[in-house]
């Protein structure tokens, strides 16, 4: 008598065929074999059903119908997946819990706020090694340049080509490489800690362009628990949907602020967006305009151009 095949089993062939084809899946993945395992210890056996996608959505800790959509959308591909060899296999619906998304809005740092966080940066303690010009440089590049804080984080010392000014992104999301040119006073703040580095770790455990206090490669809970103990001095309250300020939100800041910009110099924005798209690693420009946010300098000028607009209506 043939056993039947557990729902792991079916899970990491999926995921197998998917990555072989190039597609990351890392949280995804992780989010499946959790549904997988829920549902082989449910005793659930042969085909995939509804109930149990269900069951498994709304057992999560957070009883948000967003979240139970956001878990739906995670089985849904895997349920299209098994129905090639089952057709009785049930797909969920996709808005069987209503959206499943919705934009949080991100906090966007003033100009004096990211000055102030890289002062506290400065004064972190021990104030004569390497810990303060680390997070002064790490937190000044996100915010000069929109790079995540992973792609900042696994930059190679192969990859920051400082006589240059340019840095070589290698396959992150979406497993794309891109080039990122530095401005000169990035560039000498790189070259300040770059030096500092290598004469604190003239042998170092990795190759990491950015090293932790033993010389090893900066790890990513490090640097958003230094972040969070300066978000916490500075005394920070969020203006977005989230608890607190973000690292992340200084991507989301240095877009807005870097439109904003065109705006004022009159460059056309529609032409540049799809220049500022590549230069974050976004694979569609739609991506980037995701990340604007209506701050009030960006709503004045709407409002300016829609008043002309308006007004050119008017006396036609």
């Not at 900066?218 to 949907?241: H, K, M, P, Q």
């Not at 877009?255 to 690693?281: A, E, F, H, K, P």
Request: hydrophobic share 40%; charged share 20%.
């Amino acid at each position: 008598m043939n056993r039947p095949v557990l729902m792991v089993t079916l899970a990491n062939e999926y995921l197998f065929s998917r990555r072989s084809l190039g597609f990351d899946l890392k949280v995804a993945g992780r989010q499946l074999i959790d549904f997988a395992h829920f549902a082989d210890k449910a005793g659930h056996q042969g085909t995939l059903t509804k109930d149990i996608v269900v069951s498994w959505a709304q057992s999560a800790p957070n009883k948000a119908a967003i979240t139970w959509g956001r878990r739906l959308e995670i089985v849904r591909p895997f349920a299209k997946y098994l129905q090639q060899f089952d057709l009785a296999t049930e797909i969920p619906e996709s808005n069987l819990f209503g959206r499943s998304h919705r934009r949080l809005t991100p906090h966007i740092y003033t100009f004096q706020e990211i000055n102030d966080l890289l002062i506290a940066a400065a004064a972190l303690s021990p104030t004569d090694v390497l810990r303060p010009v680390r997070y002064v440089t790490l937190f000044g590049l996100l915010a000069t340049t929109g790079l995540r804080i992973s792609e900042a984080l696994q930059l190679r010392r192969v990859d920051v080509n400082l006589e240059h000014g340019l840095l070589t992104i290698r396959e992150t999301k979406f497993r794309k490489s891109r080039l990122v040119p530095l401005h000169s006073s990035v560039t000498q703040s790189l070259q300040n800690y770059a030096m500092l580095r290598d004469r604190q770790w003239p042998v170092a455990l990795s190759d990491q362009f950015f090293l932790s206090s033993r010389g090893s490669c900066l790890g990513l809970s490090t640097a958003e628990y230094v972040f969070a103990c300066l978000r916490t001095s500075l005394g920070w309250i969020s203006r977005g949907d989230y608890p607190s300020p973000r690292i992340h939100d200084l991507r989301h800041s240095f877009i807005c602020n870097r439109v904003l910009l065109w705006y004022q110099q009159g460059v056309n924005v529609d032409n540049s967006m799809i220049m500022l798209s590549t230069y974050v690693g976004h694979a569609k420009v739609t991506d980037t305009y995701w990340y604007l946010t209506g701050i009030p300098e960006l709503m004045e000028i709407a409002a300016q151009r829609f008043e002309r607009f308006a007004e050119g209506v008017h006396h036609g």
